[in-house]
Nanobody, 118 residues
Framework: QVQLVESGGGLVQAGGSLRLSCAAS????????MGWYRQAPGKQRELVAV??????NYADSVKGRFIISRDNAKNTVYLQMNSLKPEDTAVYYC?????????????WGQGTLITVSS
């Protein structure tokens, strides 16, 4: 079983920065993709950023402000969030596409709350 553990959420003022981390653990797995999604109150979960084989992709709303990076040796993905805005307030979820044996699975973290005050 593969688990994702997130850290780094919290309260920040508009214009500030936060860094999220997400570490994958388990046995006998390999990671294809890692990324971050978010869900604001009353809204659907949306993609924030994803990295696959070194290629990154961002939601338009965070381009130029957020940076996703991955440490393959640690099975960890990071999200550096700069110039935060109140509309970035949401629960942020780590996501990973993993292969376990011959199966491709999608794994989610428990979510971490980011609150940006104006």
């Amino acid at each position: 079983q593969v688990q994702l553990v997130e850290s780094g959420g919290g309260l920040v003022q508009a214009g500030g920065s936060l860094r999220l981390s997400c570490a994958a653990s388990g046995r006998g797995f390999s990671i294809n993709t890692m990324g971050w999604y978010r869900q604001a109150p009353g809204k659907q979960r949306e993609l924030v950023a994803v990295v696959m084989r070194g290629v990154t992709n961002y939601a338009d709303s965070v381009k130029g402000r957020f940076i996703i990076s991955r440490d393959n040796a640690k099975n960890t993905v990071y999200l550096q969030m700069n110039s935060l805005k109140p509309e970035d307030t949401a629960v942020y979820y780590c996501n990973a596409g993993v292969r376990v044996g011959y199966r491709d699975l999608e794994v989610w973290g428990q979510g971490t709350l980011i609150t940006v005050s104006s």
